[in-house]
Nanobody, 124 residues
Framework: QVQLVESGGGLVQAGGSLRLSCAAS????????MGWFRQAPGKDREFVAY????????NYADSVKGRFTISRDNAKNTVYLQMNSLKPEDTAVYYC?????????????????WGQGTQVTVSS
């Protein structure tokens, strides 16, 4: 099972930026698609973005499109989520996840392993 560790969360003012990182233990990291999800208190886990094996294709939730960018560095076994123009409604615990499918979509059930999450808080 792939181990995932997120980092980079914190407290930021509205309009600010954060970059989340997720380091994976997989020796064949480039064989997995990677996704980011988030969960706010009292709400279901929500898809944010995913990136395919090679990084050639990405997909975003409408709520973050144009503000967030997902990328990966296969040499470092790491996926990133650059978050700009943050809003208070972006406040949540952010999770990365790994999928053996190249196009896993936004369905949590298509992901095989999850990290522990990192808290992002955006103040107004």
């Amino acid at each position: 099972q792939v181990q995932l560790v997120e980092s980079g969360g914190g407290l930021v003012q509205a309009g600010g930026s954060l970059r989340l990182s997720c380091a994976a233990s997989a020796r064949t990291f480039s064989n997995y698609a990677m996704g980011w999800f988030r969960q706010a208190p009292g709400k279901d886990r929500e898809f944010v973005a995913y990136i395919t094996w090679s990084g050639g294709n990405t997909n975003y939730a409408d709520s973050v499109k144009g503000r967030f960018t997902i990328s990966r560095d296969n040499a470092k076994n790491t996926v990133y989520l650059q978050m700009n123009s943050l809003k208070p409604e972006d406040t949540a615990v952010y999770y990365c996840a790994v999928s053996r499918l190249n196009y896993p979509s936004g369905l949590p059930g298509r992901y095989d392993s999850w990290g522990q999450g990192t808290q992002v808080t955006v103040s107004s």
